[in-house]
């Protein structure tokens, strides 16, 4: 079990669907992220939020829409996607800082685009 | 070149072994990361150093500052050991990590 709860586990869209990526933590942190993760490489960073504002968004595309509605829920809202979107999608959170406090992920979303 | 390297990308140990992972890095640093990753899962932060040495169970961290060079030990290795370990840096000025491109371990009965 960890502290950061995805929520689906798993998640088959089409191309014209729109999908909802959730993420809550109850740690107080207030650092929270996503990352992409592709098989075989290692996690890409897309989004960070700090003080339930957005602070990096690392040129993803905009059919990818992140939403923090409070210090504890992290979104990802997707539409349009496209089939080498199909990743493992992570969700992290952390204290605040400069990269000096480690982060805490959550088990991820496998998501198949069709 | 990539910021942060690992060595081997591969690795295989019979149970019991003492395994040692490489990473070293190229940017200043604020603090290094080793992260384990099992198949299908989730990550789990094992390690964060800025100096010195860490210890927790049968795993051990070290991290050379001069040198830009962190290693992560496994004592008495076990199959659960079995698992993607990857080393990440920060930079200091956001809370953004630079991955290594990991290790992959298996450890056999």
């Known amino acids: 079990d960890t502290e950061v709860t995805q929520t689906p586990k798993h998640l088959v869209m089409g191309m014209t669907n729109k999908k909802s990526l959730k993420c809550e933590q109850h740690?107080?942190?207030?650092?929270m992220y996503w990352y992409k993760q592709k098989a075989k490489k290692p996690p890409e960073l897309m989004f960070v939020?700090?003080?339930?504002?957005?602070?990096i968004n690392e040129s993803v595309p905009s059919r990818f829409s992140p939403e923090c509605p409070n210090s504890s829920l992290l979104n990802l809202h997707l539409h349009a996607l496209q089939p080498e979107d199909s990743a493992l999608y992570l969700c992290?959170?952390?204290?605040?800082?400069?990269?000096?406090?480690?982060?805490?992920f959550g088990d991820g979303t496998r998501l198949s685009i069709l | 070149k990539n910021e942060v390297e690992q060595s081997p990308q591969n690795l295989t140990a019979q149970e019991g072994e003492f395994i040692t992972i490489n990473c070293s890095y190229s940017?200043?640093?604020?603090?290094l990361h080793w992260l384990q990753q099992h198949p299908g899962g989730g990550i789990v932060s094992l390690f964060m150093?800025?100096?010195g040495k860490k210890k927790h169970g049968r795993l051990i961290a070290t991290i050379n500052i001069q040198e830009k060079h962190s290693s992560l030990h496994i004592t008495a290795s076990h199959p659960r050991d079995s698992a993607v370990y990857i080393c990440?840096?920060?930079?200091?000025?956001?809370?953004?990590?630079?991955f290594g491109t990991g290790t992959r371990l298996q450890v056999f009965p």
């Open positions: 992290a959170s952390s204290h605040v800082g400069t990269g000096d406090q480690p982060q805490h």
């Open positions: 740690m107080g942190h207030r650092a």
């Open positions: 939020y700090s003080y339930e504002k957005l602070s």
């Open positions: 940017v200043g640093i604020s603090a």
């Open positions: 150093l800025s100096s």
């Open positions: 990440a840096v920060s930079t200091g000025f956001t809370d953004k990590l630079i």
